[in-house]
């Protein structure tokens, strides 16, 4: 070998290379955005059956977002991830603020083609002649 230091450098720059293609795993702000979509997703749909006014709905605030976990899976055919772990919820009513700590949460993101934008990803259960399929939303 002439030249084991440029061996060196091109194995290491085509690691950094395929790395950065390969696929980034879903980090705490992305999961604290589907966190939050899903949660008031669950909201909006709660005060619609119980008839609650928008009014008396309490606005709410994510921290402290902690992965425990990130599962890789295919959803509908692309690269996904079940992603585990807590947060702090802060919930503002007109009357009163509550603070819950380490709640659990599951969610399930789905990395699109190109690799620019993730979806969140929900298991809708059909019936039996159907199966479940999962239907996602974009995070913005």
Do not use: H
Request: hydrophobic share 40%; net charge positive; proline share 5%.
């Amino acid at each position: 070998m002439k030249y084991p230091v440029l061996r060196v450098v091109l194995v290491v720059l085509l690691a950094v290379l395929l790395t950065s293609c390969g696929g980034r795993l879903p980090d705490s702000s992305l999961v604290e955005k589907a966190i939050a979509l899903q949660f008031s997703q669950t909201q909006i749909e709660l005060a619609q059956q119980l008839g609650v006014p928008a009014a008396a709905q309490p606005s709410f605030n994510l921290d402290s977002v902690k992965i425990d976990s990130r599962q890789p899976l295919r959803i509908n055919g692309l690269k996904g991830y079940r992603v585990e772990g807590s947060y702090t919820l802060k919930l503002t009513y007109p009357d009163r603020t509550l603070v819950q700590r380490r709640n659990p949460f599951e969610v399930y993101l789905q990395r699109q083609v190109e690799g620019k934008t993730w979806r969140l990803a929900r298991l809708q259960l059909a019936s039996e002649e159907n199966g479940d399929e999962w239907v996602t939303q974009l995070i913005r």
